[in-house]
């Protein structure tokens, strides 16, 4: 990745993730066909939803015949981290107008925001519509053609744990930690690993008295304060 924000750099520098949407865009794809979701379902999923995570979820609820108004409580808390990500992006178009930033926050992912992260430190700072745009439609294109995939091989499977599939996601978001960390020189790797297990103690606490979305929530709030905390006292 280098300091380029065209549409072909925006290409260039997607691929990798696009591999990534494919693996767990087509376990999900597998997971929801042997739940015995129909194939159009599966697809307006992936087509309105749009993340991994909360469509992994609302498929076991679906299964288990929860209440839709349960479902749509549980995708909002699960996903409104997006909320906290949004922010964050924001700041490099302020510019633009709110169409443009609409266009953007509506297929921001945590994976095209890391991306955009990992991209910040190539750039000085910056960022362009046309390099996020592309990013963010490679990755829902390539999410949306891994769905149907793993739909179709979902009827040559009989138990998707059985190859692990449904462990996926949880190993896309390691691999894009980790690039995180080794990509950000504007913080030390003993400063983001501090922040990382704290994240990780702290969701372990908050588990046992609350559910695991409004944990998360919490856990990435408070983490942030420290992060932010932490590093203001290495500057001074």
Same mark, same amino acid.
């Given at each position: 990745?280098?300091?380029?924000?065209?549409?072909?750099?925006?290409?260039?520098?997607?691929?990798?993730?696009?591999?990534?949407?494919?693996?767990?865009?087509?376990?999900?794809?597998?997971?929801? %066909?042997?739940?015995?979701?129909?194939?159009?379902?599966?697809?307006?999923?992936?087509?309105?939803?749009?993340?991994?995570?909360?469509?992994?979820?609302?498929?076991?609820?679906?299964?288990?015949?929860?209440?839709?108004?349960?479902?749509?409580?549980?995708? =909002?808390?699960?996903?409104?981290?997006?909320?906290?990500?949004?922010?964050?992006?924001?700041?490099?178009?302020?510019?633009?107008?709110?169409?443009? %930033? *609409?266009?953007?926050?509506?297929?921001?992912?945590?994976?095209?925001?890391?991306?955009?992260?990992?991209?910040?430190?190539?750039?000085e700072g910056?960022?362009?519509?046309?390099?996020?745009?592309?990013? %963010?439609?490679?990755?829902?294109?390539?999410?949306?053609?891994?769905?149907?995939?793993?739909?179709?091989?979902?009827?040559?499977? %009989?138990?998707? &744990?059985?190859?692990?599939?449904?462990?996926?996601?949880?190993?896309?978001?390691?691999?894009?930690?980790?690039?995180?960390?080794?990509?950000?020189?504007? &913080?030390?790797?003993?400063?983001?690993?501090?922040?990382? =297990?704290?994240?990780?103690?702290?969701?372990? *606490? =908050?588990?046992?008295?609350?559910?695991?979305?409004?944990?998360?929530?919490?856990?990435?709030?408070l983490g942030? =304060?420290?992060?932010?905390?932490?590093?203001?006292?290495?500057a001074d």
């Amino acid at each position: 990745m280098d300091s380029d924000l065209t549409l072909r750099a925006g290409i260039k520098d997607t691929i990798p993730t696009m591999f990534g949407y494919m693996g767990v865009g087509m376990a999900f794809g597998v997971v929801a %066909n042997t739940s015995h979701l129909p194939l159009l379902a599966i697809l307006l999923m992936s087509l309105l939803i749009y993340a991994g995570s909360v469509e992994f979820v609302v498929t076991a609820m679906l299964v288990a015949g929860d209440p839709i108004s349960a479902i749509i409580l549980s995708a =909002f808390l699960i996903n409104s981290r997006i909320i906290l990500m949004s922010i964050s992006i924001s700041q490099y178009f302020k510019r633009d107008s709110m169409r443009q %930033n *609409f266009f953007i926050g509506s297929l921001l992912t945590d994976e095209t925001f890391a991306l955009a992260m990992t991209k910040i430190n190539q750039t000085e700072g910056r960022l362009t519509l046309v390099w996020f745009n592309t990013a %963010n439609m490679l990755a829902y294109l390539s999410w949306i053609l891994a769905t149907a995939a793993g739909a179709a091989l979902g009827s040559l499977i %009989n138990d998707a &744990k059985q190859f692990g599939l449904d462990f996926a996601l949880v190993a896309m978001f390691i691999g894009l930690l980790y690039l995180q960390i080794i990509n950000d020189h504007s &913080k030390s790797i003993q400063l983001q690993l501090t922040v990382v =297990f704290a994240v990780a103690i702290m969701m372990y *606490f =908050f588990m046992r008295w609350l559910p695991g979305e409004l944990a998360l929530l919490l856990a990435s709030i408070l983490g942030c =304060f420290l992060g932010m905390g932490l590093s203001r006292s290495h500057a001074d």
